[in-house]
């Protein structure tokens, strides 16, 4: 079956600590995603992919990295510079003959201790 | 600019119709629906583009209006199912585009 797994489901901060949540996908899409949702909104672009070793800021990329070294794979480090990390994070692919749809992962819950 | 979603709120019986706007201030190439259940990832509905086509899901269909530059979402002989939150996406040229999205509407549909 073809999809995207995310992972943790839930995922725990300490004060001053980089987290790294994990996004991968086998549907061999080029573009990959991270967005941020926070209770009640709508979802905003953290960073985006359109191809393997290039990435670009989304609109709100500030205490965030990604990289994308392998097709499948787009991880997002949330450090320790981001301050209020507390929300739910979906990864996002697109490609192939339906290059305009963007699936998402089940998304991973982040709360801070 | 994210687009405005309206209503923000809906509450239906089962059976009932509903419809969801989506506007922007910016010109439109293409309007992304989805619909998340509480606590898990959005589900895409469909997808227009710049054309003003209209398309349908089951007893779900949504139209594109290029120059109001806006989007609506219909919601026929409403089920159970269909409660969640809807939010659209507004994107630029097509490929591998950034979507902006609304905030939501939030439908509840009771027996």
């Known amino acids: 079956d073809g999809g995207i797994t995310q992972s943790p489901k839930y995922l725990f901060r300490k004060e001053g600590q980089n987290v790294t949540l994990s996004c991968e996908q086998n549907?061999?899409?080029?573009?990959m995603y991270w967005y941020r949702q926070d209770p009640g909104q709508g979802l905003r672009l953290i960073y985006y992919?359109?191809?393997?070793?290039?990435?670009q800021k989304g609109d709100i990329a500030e205490g965030y990295s990604v990289s994308r070294e392998k097709k499948e794979s787009f991880p997002l480090t949330v450090t320790s510079a981001q301050k209020n990390p507390t929300a739910f994070y979906l990864c996002?692919?697109?490609?192939?003959?339906?290059?305009?749809?963007?699936?998402f992962g089940p998304g991973t819950r982040l709360l801070v201790l | 600019q994210q687009p405005v979603q309206s209503p923000q709120a809906v509450i239906l019986r089962e059976g009932e119709d509903a419809v969801i706007n989506c506007s922007s201030s910016?010109?439109?190439?293409?309007v992304h629906w989805y619909r998340q259940k509480h606590g898990e990832a959005p589900v895409f509905l469909m997808i227009?583009?710049?054309?003003?086509e209209q398309k349908g899901h089951e007893k779900i269909s949504a139209s594109f209006n290029e120059k109001k530059q806006q989007s609506s979402l219909y919601l026929t002989a409403s089920q159970l199912s269909y409660s969640g939150t809807y939010f659209c996406?507004?994107?630029?040229?097509?490929?591998?585009?950034?979507?902006?999205f609304g905030a939501g509407t939030r439908l509840a549909v009771h027996p």
């Open positions: 996002a692919s697109s490609g192939g003959q339906d290059q305009e749809t963007q699936y």
């Open positions: 549907l061999n899409h080029d573009a």
């Open positions: 992919s359109q191809i393997v070793n290039d990435f």
């Open positions: 910016k010109a439109l190439y293409s």
């Open positions: 227009l583009l710049k054309g003003g």
């Open positions: 996406g507004t994107g630029g040229s097509g490929g591998y585009n950034k979507l902006i």
